[in-house]
């Protein structure tokens, strides 16, 4: 039986963290669907044009090594405005979020383009400031060079970017639930998640 958990938000709400632990605790599959578009970005930036590079991404590609770097994070970005790179991601996206036994995918555009039939949706959100923080405090444990401003730089860039695009912007569909977890920890916010999911799970029994 089909059952869709859709996780859309900002950059570092905690959507992968939520996402990870809703589909453990569930069974479910999980589609980390930023990291098509960080792939594409990634090739971009090595020279490759971006609407070859949605067509002929391969799952090799989403294991680059490079796809966590800020560089690929703004890259990734700037692709996901174009259309047609969207729509070239679109069909691997629905059918990941059709498969049989339970899925959650988490991005931008989950709840509202890929699977607006969804069974739950969440949107994970939280002030810029925590956000950069908290991306801030996971780049330079992986032991990257990075600086605060630069970090809230970007994430305010990038924010406005998925914000406003005409394409599947960024934006929590009507249904979703909204989860602010600025003055949350992890723990509380993946409880919260799953008992949301918990009750929906009951109603689609
Ligand atoms: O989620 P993550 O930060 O890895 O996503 C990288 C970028 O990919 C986002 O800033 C956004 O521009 C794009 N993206 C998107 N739609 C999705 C997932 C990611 O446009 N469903």
């Known amino acids: 039986m089909k059952f869709t958990v859709a996780i859309d938000g900002p950059a570092a709400a905690g959507k992968g963290?939520?996402?990870?632990?809703?589909?453990k605790h569930f069974g479910f599959v999980h589609l980390d669907t930023g990291l098509l578009y960080r792939a594409v970005g990634a090739k971009t930036l090595a020279g490759a044009e971006p609407l070859g590079a949605a067509h002929h991404l391969v799952p090799e590609d989403l294991l680059a090594e490079n796809l966590r770097t800020p560089e690929v994070a703004q890259a990734a970005s700037r692709v996901a405005v174009i259309a047609e790179v969207r729509s070239a991601l679109v069909a691997f996206q629905k059918s990941f979020a059709e498969r049989s036994g339970g899925a959650v995918l988490d991005g931008r555009d989950i709840g509202t383009v890929i699977a607006p039939d969804a069974e739950a949706k969440l949107f994970v959100t939280a002030s810029a400031e925590v956000r950069a923080e908290r991306r801030y405090l996971?780049?330079?444990?992986?032991?990257?060079?990075?600086?605060?401003?630069?970090?809230?730089?970007?994430?305010?860039?990038?924010?406005?970017?998925?914000?406003?695009?005409?394409?599947?912007?960024?934006?929590?569909?009507?249904?979703?639930?909204?989860?602010d977890t600025s003055e949350m920890s992890i723990e509380t916010a993946i409880a919260a998640a799953i008992a949301y999911i918990d009750e929906k799970r009951g109603k689609t029994a």
């Open 17 to 23: 963290t939520i996402s990870k632990a809703v589909a």
């Open 138 to 179: 996971e780049l330079s444990g992986k032991g990257m060079d990075v600086d605060r401003d630069t970090v809230l730089a970007d994430v305010i860039a990038r924010d406005a970017r998925d914000r406003d695009r005409d394409t599947a912007p960024m934006v929590a569909a009507d249904d979703a639930v909204v989860l």
